[in-house]
């Protein structure tokens, strides 16, 4: 399978600047040198809590926030990554690595060169009812991304929009209606529809389903389904709900303060899950089933500030396992064999 | 098991300009004590306003159209919450019944301390209790007389004195509401101020909260959605209340800081010996906490039954595609076809039937009644009536 999105070391901080000079005395990590590859035609799933950077990692990949470090690319031949990486550690200042970066990695992207990308990439908000505009008609909101990248004339614009409303399950009679005329679910609908339109490639949806009922969650994702299988997407879906990713993914990241510390097969980590963190997330999970008794091992705390990382591994504080060696040095993603990675010293069997 | 609350054929309307909405059509539900029961459904199917009911803050346009709620308060007779007069639920709402809402950051006030509005409940409801404890502390300081300054301010302490006696022998008296509105006077409350913070810092204590000399100074802005919950929560337990409504508690929550909400409601259940009635759409969460589970759709109870029972054999056609579209390991996800009616224009008969595989001719006509299958499992559908049974068993 061919890698379609790929971020290697990406790193996204937000200076916090204080005092008359605006003197820069510290950083948000919100994502921290994440390595991400996503085939061609995967549902990959980012699964952390609050403030863990996700919703950031998913918005630098799609280049609405950039990135203060390391690259992503976008349907990108490996030998062309490869040499990049290669040449960012053996001449980074040579003119031959910034010729490449610039050619081929989105990182240094900027204008015309994105503006024509943007349309491969969409994004799907958590919330329906803020992200659609309260004022404009629903013709109006799909047809604004034909008209910003002018894409096609107006009669043919109306044909794609009828097309793109039937494919999430919409008729034409709701085009000329508002927002307020609809439920939670098909504003979500109509999100998904507005991403859609310039038959984009690859879709991040961050938390579409959170603000949903779970009846309705559950139409969204077999729409989603439905929609992968027929236009060949890719998607990046971030939630914090595992159950859900557990459900519908193909492969699953799970993310703390800025860092992934697990990835791996959805069924894998739900049933036997390596990293601490990831385990306290399936116990966490709740599960229709009343009579199931699990471990409760209800993690203690709140996800520390990530403008002020612990040192060593990040997730030590809440940790039980935790050792002298948790708290002086990061562990890093090792491969455990097959799709299956943790950065963990004391993973559990 | 003795019951706590009766809803008997309680009928709520709602007058909008579009026409008559109906909520809740003919509500029967009972809560023991001690329980938790769960009371699931989508978005619009009247549970929010069935709570609302218990505690009668239906707003106009909504209306309570007919049916009882009869409230078996400790000791007392049981009483029609929707009959009495609205200085009586005053007294009751808060101190025996109490609720926690779904958005913790739109539920407390943004501009008064957390101390502030939890010493609130405890101000209005357990005067009697403050007034007394803060006669012991009173009297001991009258006891010692040595220093300056407990002799100037002896004149004062024994006025004060005098006015929590009276308080903590009739915490009716009218001259307490005189002083509580008078200006200056007012100020010599304030050892009930100060007492009433000594329980609202054991409550929030209770509630986990790791640092909660620091948490009752602070803004509701200054504490994370976890947090937020827990201090709700700590609030509407103030009176130890016998009923505590749940609306969504833990829906605008992560699932690490829903788990540990979970863990603390169950812990104050047993431990204050309440009932909590749980209202969710997600029926993976009441499998966590609840004990028995009440489905609700289209503004009536289609099925009751124990938590296992209904989980391990679902019958209303409704509870087996709410649980089909539960996200669970190792299963594949199924959506109910179709959207929730319009409740201005509601299906004749069953509710349910437009979007039933089993519908029948009778559905579309009349409306089914509630059937016992076994003990204790209701369910309200044609396809358990009698004649099945009959042939079944």
């Known amino acids: 399978m061919k890698t379609l999105v790929e971020t290697r070391d990406l790193k996204t901080l937000f200076p916090i600047l204080r005092g008359v000079f605006r003197r820069h005395v510290a950083d948000v990590r919100a994502v921290d040198g994440i390595s991400l590859s996503i085939k061609y035609r995967q549902w990959v799933?980012?699964?952390?809590?609050?403030?863990?950077?996700?919703?950031?990692?998913?918005?630098?990949?799609?280049?609405?926030?950039?990135?203060?470090?390391?690259?992503?690319?976008?349907?990108?031949?490996?030998e062309i990554r490869d040499k990049i990486s290669e040449l960012e550690v053996s001449e980074p200042t040579s003119k031959a690595y910034k010729n490449l970066r610039s050619q081929y990695d989105l990182a240094t992207f900027s204008g015309r060169k994105l503006k024509n990308l943007r349309k491969l990439m969409q994004l799907v908000y958590q919330d329906p009812f803020t992200s659609l505009d309260p004022r404009m008609k629903i013709s109006n909101t799909l047809l604004e991304p034909i008209s910003v990248h002018r894409l096609m004339?107006?009669?043919?614009?109306?044909?794609?929009?009828?097309?793109?409303?039937?494919?999430?399950?919409?008729?034409?009679?709701?085009?000329?209606?508002?927002?307020h005329q609809f439920s939670g679910g098909q504003r979500q609908r109509i999100a998904i529809a507005r991403t859609l339109v310039t038959s984009p490639q690859f879709i991040v949806f961050d938390e579409p389903t959170s603000a949903l009922d779970v009846s309705v969650q559950a139409q969204?994702?077999?729409?989603?389904?439905?929609?992968?299988?027929?236009?060949?997407?890719?998607?990046?879906?971030?939630?914090?709900?595992?159950?859900?990713?557990?459900?519908?993914?193909?492969?699953?990241?799970?993310?703390?303060?800025?860092?992934?510390?697990?990835?791996?097969?959805?069924?894998?980590?739900?049933?036997?899950?390596?990293?601490?963190?990831?385990?306290?997330?399936?116990?966490?999970?709740?599960?229709?089933?009343?009579?199931?008794?699990?471990?409760?091992?209800?993690?203690?705390?709140?996800?520390?500030?990530?403008?002020?990382?612990?040192?060593?591994?990040?997730?030590?504080?809440?940790?039980?396992?935790?050792?002298?060696?948790?708290?002086?040095?990061?562990?890093?993603?090792?491969?455990?064999?097959?799709?299956?990675?943790?950065?963990?010293?004391?993973?559990?069997? | 098991m003795n019951k706590l609350v009766e809803i008997k054929g309680v009928s709520i309307n709602f007058y909008t300009y579009e026409g008559v909405v109906r909520a809740i059509s003919n509500l029967d539900l009972d809560i023991y004590q001690g329980e938790t029961l769960g009371l699931v459904g989508e978005t619009?199917?009247?549970?929010?306003?069935?709570?609302?009911?218990?505690?009668?803050?239906?707003?106009?346009?909504?209306?309570?159209?007919?049916?009882?709620?009869?409230?078996?308060?400790?000791?007392?007779?049981?009483?029609?919450?929707?009959a009495i007069a609205e200085s009586k639920i005053r007294t009751i709402r808060g101190s025996q019944i109490s609720m926690v809402f779904q958005e913790p950051g739109a539920a407390l006030n943004p501009v008064y301390t957390i101390g502030d509005q939890i010493t609130e409940v405890i101000l209005l409801h357990r005067k009697q209790e403050l007034a007394s404890k803060a006669l012991i502390t009173l009297d001991k300081l009258l006891v010692e007389r040595d220093s300056l300054s407990t002799r100037l301010f002896r004149p004062a302490r024994i006025i004060q004195r005098r006015l929590y006696q009276r308080m903590s022998d009739n915490p009716g008296t009218r001259l307490l509401g005189?002083?509580?509105?008078?200006?200056?006077?007012?100020?010599?409350?304030?050892?009930?101020?100060?007492?009433?913070?000594?329980?609202?810092?054991?409550?929030?204590?209770?509630?986990?909260?790791?640092?909660?000399?620091?948490?009752?100074?602070q803004h509701p802005h200054q504490l994370s959605g976890g947090m937020k919950q827990r201090a709700v929560i700590a609030m509407s337990l103030a009176c130890r209340t016998r009923l505590l409504i749940a609306d969504e508690p833990t829906t605008a929550l992560d699932v690490t800081i829903q788990a540990q909400i979970l863990e603390l409601l169950k812990r104050l259940k047993d431990e204050i010996q309440t009932s909590i009635l749980y209202i969710t759409h997600d029926l993976a969460v009441a499998a966590e906490i609840c004990d028995r589970v009440a489905v609700m759709y289209s503004g009536s109870i289609c099925e009751?039954?124990?938590?296992?029972?209904?989980?391990?054999?679902?019958?209303?056609?409704?509870?087996?595609?709410?649980?089909?579209?539960?996200?669970?390991?190792?299963?594949?996800?199924?959506a109910i076809k179709g959207f929730v009616p319009d409740p201005l224009d509601l299906p004749t008969g069953c509710c349910f039937h437009p979007r039933c595989k089993n519908a029948r001719d009778i559905c579309k006509v009349k409306e089914p009644i509630p059937v016992e299958i076994t003990p204790g499992h209701f369910v309200t559908c044609y396809l358990y009536d009698g004649e099945k049974l009959e042939n079944s068993g």
């Open chain 1, 153 to 179: 004339n107006r009669a043919s614009a109306r044909e794609r929009i009828v097309e793109v409303m039937d494919m999430v399950g919409l008729t034409p009679k709701h085009l000329p209606r508002y927002p």
């Open chain 2, 44 to 82: 619009g199917c009247g549970k929010t306003v069935a709570a609302l009911s218990i505690l009668r803050l239906i707003m106009p346009p909504g209306r309570i159209e007919s049916g009882q709620i009869i409230f078996y308060s400790n000791g007392d007779k049981p009483t029609d919450l929707l």
């Open chain 2, 304 to 334: 009751i039954a124990d938590v296992v029972e209904i989980y391990k054999n679902p019958l209303h056609p409704y509870t087996r595609a709410l649980l089909a579209a539960v996200p669970k390991p190792g299963k594949k996800l199924s």
């Open chain 1, 220 to 349: 969204v994702l077999t729409l989603l389904e439905k929609l992968k299988q027929e236009q060949n997407l890719t998607y990046l879906y971030i939630t914090h709900d595992l159950s859900v990713a557990e459900t519908v993914c193909d492969t699953i990241a799970v993310m703390y303060l800025g860092k992934i510390v697990e990835m791996g097969d959805p069924t894998d980590i739900f049933k036997t899950p390596r990293h601490p963190y990831s385990k306290a997330l399936v116990l966490s999970t709740p599960i229709a089933d009343p009579t199931r008794k699990r471990g409760r091992l209800v993690l203690p705390g709140e996800v520390p500030s990530p403008a002020d990382p612990p040192p060593g591994c990040r997730f030590h504080p809440r940790c039980d396992r935790a050792t002298d060696e948790c708290k002086a040095i990061e562990p890093t993603l090792q491969a455990e064999g097959g799709e299956r990675k943790v950065a963990c010293y004391h993973p559990l069997d």
């Open chain 2, 178 to 217: 005189f002083v509580e509105r008078t200006p200056i006077i007012r100020r010599f409350l304030w050892r009930l101020e100060k007492e009433a913070e000594q329980i609202a810092i054991s409550l929030l204590k209770e509630v986990e909260i790791a640092d909660p000399y620091r948490v009752i100074k």
């Open chain 1, 45 to 78: 799933g980012l699964v952390g809590e609050s403030g863990c950077g996700k919703t950031t990692l998913g918005k630098t990949i799609l280049r609405l926030l950039k990135p203060t470090s390391g690259h992503i690319y976008l349907d990108i031949a490996e």
